[in-house]
T-cell receptor, first 111, second 110 residues
Framework: DAGITQSPRHKVTETGTPVTLRCHQT?????MYWYRQDPGHGLRLIHY???????DKGEVSDGYSVSRSKTEDFLLTLESATSSQTSVYFC??????????FGQGTRLTVV | AQRVTQPEKLLSVFKGAPVELKCNYS??????LFWYVQYSRQRLQLLLR??SRESIKGFTADLNKGETSFHLKKPFAQEEDSAMYYC????????????FGSGTRLLVRP
């Protein structure tokens, strides 16, 4: 497996608090992605990055922001967590010719 | 609009039976298509990529541009095939993102 790790793996947080999830890859991939996985919806793209400091919105970006200050790190921030953001979050990375490699996922519960 | 449709939420078969997981897509160009598998509570792993035309773990998938389909098939299901299967499309734009279907859970009964 490509070296892509997410932290934390599990988190419980209260409504209204900010939360940051971290994705770290060691493959020097240019492209990185954050998805959320929900039953009946599959994986939906939240935000993606096509280089350091270059990011763009995905399908379900409201309430989320991202930052990429280094090639290897891609942070997802929930600015003020809501119960609708309870989900499993997956990070992925790839280059143009490679497949997308996924992290182990972060299970986030907002209470 | 770019969309991937997996019409079956759950597919239950007996061990040794043939399996076909359906995937249809809507895209006007020539997409890149994938099948990813997720075993219980694990990360997604690539199963098939249409351009490679490989057979992985006995699974095959053929891109049918006329029917805009990329169905996943296996002639004889095994219990270890039980997992969540996702069809995904890369629209070949500058983002190289993947658009996923809603997934099909395959349950192979003994």
């Amino acid at each position: 497996d490509a070296g892509i790790t997410q932290s934390p793996r599990h988190k419980v947080t209260e409504t209204g608090t900010p939360v940051t999830l971290r994705c770290h890859q060691t493959e020097n991939h240019r492209y990185m992605y954050w998805y959320r996985q929900d039953p009946g919806h599959g994986l939906r793209l939240i935000h993606y990055s096509y280089g350091v400091k270059d990011t763009d919105k995905g399908e379900v970006s409201d309430g989320y922001s991202v930052s990429r200050s280094k090639t290897e790190d891609f942070l997802l921030t929930l600015e003020s967590a809501t119960s609708s953001q309870t989900s499993v979050y997956f990070c992925a990375s790839r280059d143009r010719v490679t497949e997308a490699f996924f992290g182990q996922g972060t299970r986030l519960t907002v209470v | 609009a770019q969309r991937v449709t997996q019409p079956e939420k759950l597919l239950s078969v007996f061990k040794g039976a043939p399996v076909e997981l359906k995937c249809n897509y809507s895209y006007s160009g020539s997409p890149e298509l994938f099948w990813y598998v997720q075993y219980s509570r694990q990360r997604l792993q690539l199963l098939l990529r249409h351009i490679s035309r490989e057979s992985i773990k006995g699974f095959t998938a053929d891109l049918n541009k006329g029917e805009t389909s990329f169905h996943l098939k296996k002639p004889f299901a095994q219990e270890e095939d039980s997992a969540m299967y996702y069809c995904a499309l890369n629209p070949m734009d500058s983002s190289y993102k993947l658009i996923f279907g809603s997934g099909t859970r395959l349950l192979v009964r003994p």
